[in-house]
């Protein structure tokens, strides 16, 4: 008989990232559908004796890690974290762009403080060229400001809206979110350094070298 089992491949990149987890380890806890299925086979692993600390980088994972029985920590106790776990919105030539869900610039600083950093994405995260808009958070201030600074750089940005909540999505540091189109980015370097000089945007979603330094990606 054919075997009709369908694997969900962003459950079997998660499950496979949550393999990498050792004992002792202080663990960045990324946000997403994605790290969900990472975070909760790790409170599999807690429950059956794995001792870890996680830092999370959203309310979503700090949520999901305590209901999965996994304990918390923070930067401030645990600065140098072991790996950190995270999704992605697109992945290409060593390059992502991340902030789907809002958090990433808990994610990026995340991403940084840890040794290892692990990014898990199915298959449909994959492309040539970076081309997903590029979520930035923006201090409400600046909006306008920001705008401007992104139509400079070639780019289009528009705030992002709230699904159930009306008006503007709020992320977890109480900033806004604008979603910046800028077409094929063939130099996500570049553009990396020119986000990060615009005055008003507190942290950009592209994650290129410098944050991925010791970096796998598990695609599935
Ligand atoms: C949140 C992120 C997520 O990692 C990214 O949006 C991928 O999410 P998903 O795994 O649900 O597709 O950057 O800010």
Redesign the pocket.
């Known amino acids: 008989m054919k075997n009709t089992t369908q694997i969900n491949p962003?459950q079997a990149a998660g499950e496979k990232a949550a393999q990498l987890v050792k004992n002792n380890m202080v663990v960045g806890l990324?946000?997403?559908?994605?790290?969900?299925y990472a975070i909760k086979e790790l409170g599999k692993r807690v429950a059956s004796g794995l001792k870890i600390l996680g830092v999370p980088?959203?309310y979503q994972s700090a949520f999901l890690a305590t209901e999965n029985g996994i304990p918390l920590t923070t930067l401030d106790e645990h600065p140098v974290l072991d790996i950190a776990i995270?999704?992605?919105?697109q992945v290409a030539n060593f390059a992502a762009i991340?902030?789907?869900?809002?958090?990433?610039t808990r994610?990026k600083i995340v991403a940084l403080s840890a040794k290892k950093f692990i990014v898990?994405?199915?298959e449909s995260?994959v492309a040539e060229v970076l081309n997903h808009p590029v979520?930035l958070e923006v201090l409400p201030f600046a909006r306008k400001l920001v705008v401007k600074q992104v139509a400079k750089l070639g780019g289009k940005a528009v705030v992002r809206m709230g699904i159930n909540k009306d008006g503007p999505v709020i992320s977890d540091n109480g900033n806004f979110i604008l979603d910046a189109d800028f077409g094929e980015i063939n130099d996500p370097e570049l553009l990396d350094r020119e986000l990060s000089q615009c005055t008003g945007i507190v942290e950009h979603?592209i994650f290129t070298k410098g944050v991925l330094r010791a970096f796998a990606v598990i695609i599935t």
Request: charged residues 25%; without cysteine.
């Open positions: 962003k990324g946000t997403g559908s994605t790290t969900a980088t959203s995270d999704g992605a919105d991340k902030g789907g869900g809002a958090a990433h994610e898990v994405a199915d995260k979520p979603g």
